[in-house]
């Protein structure tokens, strides 16, 4: 249950969230299908944000960002504010790729700060007139949650820079974490108040954000939610640096869709995923996607586009043409490098134009004939980094010009000051190379727009031959987002300035025909992957993933960042003491199997002895003569004989059933079969070699079969050596009478007709041959050998092995898919359950005591 309680912002960080998903006493507005309307609903019952309250809209969007797409500026009298359309914002332009009927409703911030006592007419007007519901967060608020933590700590840290001193990156600090949760939950409050939860999707983008699928999730269990990352996501050794690693990655999980640029982000991403939490992703028909308590958290990766229309607007306004003739004006003559980057440490500035002055040392021809012309936009924020890159960079463009130029020729040209879109388009149309040297980026869509823009422009002076063909260059660094796309870009290491020199002698060295090739291999995906397209699939697969929500039971469970959602099938449940007892009681033939690793023994222990209380528990339950209790492990019979001697009744299989042993005055006995194990003599070598090149790998030599284990090795290397092991196992072994399984944190080899589900059929049959027809049966196990017995269980129900009326519990250990119909959360609930059966248990009857006749 969630708690009830408002509390402070540090009890909010714990978790202890405010209840959105009940009844709201005061109305809430919710955003009509008729444009600019705004209605109040009177009714409690309709202002309920519950999942069972009638959808108010249809085939609606609603667009969660710390910005929302509107300009702002106060009007000249001073007296209210006037708004319009920011053009150039993305989240304006995946419109085009919605459906045409589609509502779009934004949630966001403004740019501009709005007083107190403005905030509700703001607000009523962007509400009526955009559909953009405005979120003000309090000033304390803002300055922590997002210049603080967001641009000083998780910006550069996603960016590959660590905060090795206070004075280059913010230390981590409790307040600003507790300060980003507040400011996602007041983003919560906003998307609760206009949202339809069973009809409305909800998209998030960046990672400002990445804390309000778990607050939305909190709201709505089936609501579809999907969340688009914009920057860079670091490999797990930097991002395993953040105090809050495992709360901004099971915040992440809540969404049904998680969405990056490239597949490197994804994929570390996934290894962070793996590290931290210990998810495998799978991969399946082209889709990713991680199996998160019973729910697949679905992984895409498109690199998002430039909008289209946009740019061809602009290219042909005259505006721009007047620009592009003076510019020609200006470089005639010359070729012109052009570099078009914000002010940010990340972009690379210095280091091209290092790489521009090493080309003029290299390649004397181009000395008063190329020109690299830089445009910066101003910084986004402010610092002591900042202020020592715009030195620098004035530093080396000074030291450039003086060396290399002379009257009338400038090498560099930099302009320090915004430029209009259209200006940028006439500097394009006149580039014949566009250089990115950024040491790190989310995507960069200069190289793009400079594609799409060289494709519009034709005819003598325009940077196109004679004969009228398109042509471009780029020169690009290998660590932005946009570079796994354009294959036909020369592809860079920025911080190696000698071979990034000889790239730009390269790029604009090279025949124009070569150059034409180029251009229009990369205008042909550009012009069809564009905004619309990224926002349209991204909308689709969002579709596509949320399709068995209505299908499926969910639970909400935990608190704080800890919670998820735990999708089961519907018939799966958890095993009450209660539920259970009155079976047992009534019961005469009892059937208990148990696995050992994980269900009676805790995984993580070192040490794997059996406790006295386990011990005495087993014992007490083998001294009813109504029990068959059975210890089915994959473990040796040595270490289990040794273990269990105490326990003279106990039933063991042993190495998945390749021994049994009925209780401590039996014989073992193997399973019937004359095996040939010539084949270990082929697969030890194999498993040898895997663990000579795996640190923290071992093998382990049964009997029957070898196992390797990895659980000790690095998780990533360990996953993918196992991987690659079962492959190798299964051509060397094709034709040997093995199987080669794969299990947690193993890869075992043994013998074909082994297996656990063989140990039940046994036991069932054995009691059936002596009229003791099994009419309860528990049967306990965590992994994938024990799915074995769980199947059989239902086998030996219709074959007629089990009492007709028989009560069967299959329980696995832990809340997740299985061919079990109940679960118990971990070892201690289970050792719970068997102690209440064997204080309920008799005792084994006297020899004048006849036994009950079975049902």
């Given at each position: ?27 809430l ?46 009007r ?9 359309w ?15 009927d ?17 905030q ?43 905060p ?20 996602n ?14 009809d ?22 089936g ?65 990713i996607?991680?199996?998160?308590y ?46 078009v ?46 202020d ?192 259970i ?8 033939n ?113 009997e ?78 965590d ?28 329980c ?44």
């Amino acid at each position: 249950m969630m708690s009830r309680s408002y509390t402070n912002l540090l009890d909010l960080e714990r978790g202890n969230f405010p209840v959105m998903g009940g009844r709201i006493k005061k109305p809430l507005h919710r955003v009509m299908t008729v444009p600019g309307v705004v209605s109040e609903l009177d009714d409690d019952n309709a202002n309920s944000v519950s999942s069972e309250v009638p959808s108010v809209t249809q085939d609606r969007t609603i667009i969660v960002a710390n910005q929302l797409p509107v300009k702002a500026k106060r009007r000249p009298d001073n007296r209210g504010w006037s708004f319009s359309w920011d053009e150039d914002s993305l989240l304006l332009q995946l419109k085009d790729g919605l459906p045409e009927d589609m509502e779009v409703i934004y949630v966001g911030c403004l740019k501009v700060q709005v007083e107190a006592n403005e905030q509700d007419d703001v607000s009523q007007i962007l509400l009526e007139r955009f559909k953009c519901v405005a979120t003000f967060l309090p000033p304390d608020i803002l300055t922590k949650f997002y210049t603080l933590f967001c641009k000083q700590q998780l910006w550069p840290l996603f960016h590959y820079m660590l905060p090795y001193s206070a004075d280059h990156g913010g230390r981590y600090d409790r307040s600003l974490w507790e300060a980003y949760v507040a400011a996602n939950k007041l983003f919560c409050k906003k998307v609760v108040e206009v949202i339809s939860p069973e009809d409305d999707y909800v998209w998030i983008h960046d990672y400002h954000l990445m804390a309000l699928p778990t607050f939305l999730r909190r709201c709505f269990n089936g609501l579809k939610m999907g969340f688009f990352l914009h920057s860079p996501f670091p490999s797990s050794e930097i991002y395993r640096t953040l105090p809050v690693r495992e709360e901004i990655l099971k915040a992440l999980l809540n969404a049904d869709l998680i969405g990056f640029h490239t597949f490197d982000y994804a994929r570390h991403f996934l290894s962070c995923c793996s590290r931290m939490l210990g998810l495998d992703y799978q991969s399946k028909r082209g889709y990713i996607g991680l199996e998160y308590y019973g729910r697949m958290v679905e992984i895409k990766i498109m690199p998002v586009g430039v909008h289209m229309g946009q740019i061809e607007n602009v290219l042909s306004l005259a505006d721009k043409e007047w620009r592009v003739e003076e510019l020609r004006q200006q470089f005639e003559g010359k070729t012109v490098l052009l570099g078009v980057d914000d002010m940010d440490i990340f972009k690379g500035i210095n280091l091209k134009l290092l790489a521009m002055e090493d080309m003029l040392k290299q390649h004397r021809k181009w000395r008063g004939k190329a020109v690299l012309v830089q445009i910066v936009n101003p910084a986004r924020g402010s610092g002591k980094d900042l202020d020592e890159l715009q030195t620098e960079i004035n530093a080396s463009c000074k030291r450039i010009n003086k060396e290399f130029g002379f009257t009338g020729y400038e090498p560099i040209v930099y302009i320090d000051k915004p430029l209009s879109i259209s200006e940028r388009m006439a500097f394009y149309s006149i580039a014949e190379c566009v250089v990115v040297s950024a040491v790190r980026d989310g995507m960069n869509l200069t190289p793009y727009e400079y594609i799409v823009c060289r494709q519009g422009v034709s005819g003598p002076g325009s940077g196109s031959d004679s004969g009228g063909i398109k042509k471009s260059m780029l020169v690009v660094s290998e660590f932005v987002g946009c570079s796994p796309s354009l294959s036909g870009a020369i592809r860079i290491n920025p911080w190696n300035i000698e071979t990034t020199g000889e790239a730009l002698n390269e790029a604009i060295s090279m025949a124009e025909s070569e150059k034409q090739l180029r251009h229009e291999k990369h205008y042909r995906y550009v012009s069809t992957h564009d905004v619309a397209y990224w926002s349209r699939s991204f909308l689709q697969d969002l579709e596509r993933s949320c399709r068995d929500h209505s299908r499926r039971r969910c639970y909400a469970m935990g608190i704080g960042f800890g919670f998820r959602l735990v999708a089961l099938d519907a018939n799966f449940k958890k095993l009450e003491i209660s539920t259970i007892e009155s079976a047992y009681k009534k019961s005469r033939n009892r059937a208990i199997l148990l696995d050992y690793d994980g269900t009676v023994m805790p995984q993580t222990t070192i040490n794997k002895t059996p406790s006295d209380e386990v011990i005495s528990t087993i014992n007490r339950l083998c001294d009813d003569s109504k029990n068959t209790v059975f210890i089915v492990s994959g473990r040796g019979r040595d270490s289990l004989s040794k273990w269990f001697s105490p326990c003279a009744e106990l039933g063991i299989a042993a190495e998945h059933g390749y021994y049994m042993r009925w209780s401590q005055d039996k014989e073992w006995e193997s399973c019937g079969q004359n095996f040939d194990f010539g084949w270990i003599q082929m697969a030890e070598p194999v498993m040898k070699l895997y663990t000579e090149a795996t640190d923290g790998s071992s093998i382990e030599t049964k009997e029957s079969g070898l196992v390797w284990h990895h659980q000790d090795a690095d998780p990533g290397f360990g996953s993918c050596q196992a991987k690659e092991m079962l492959d190798h196992l299964e051509s060397v072994l094709a034709n040997e009478a093995v199987a080669v399984k794969r299990g947690q944190f193993i890869v075992e080899v043994k013998p074909q007709g082994v297996s656990k589900g063989i140990v039940a059929d046994k036991v069932f049959t054995s009691m059936a041959n002596d009229e003791r027809k099994a009419d309860f049966v528990l049967c306990i196990g965590d992994d994938r050998s024990d799915e074995e017995m769980f199947e059989m269980i239902e086998n030996a129900m219709s074959r007629g092995l089990l009492h007709p009326n028989a009560a069967v519990f299959a329980c696995t250990v832990g809340q997740k898919p299985s061919k079990a119909k109940y679960y118990l959360d971990d070892t201690i609930e289970v050792i719970n359950m068997l102690e209440a059966f064997a204080e309920i248990s008799d005792p084994c009857p006297s020899p004048d005591e006849k036994p009950e006749s079975s049902l």
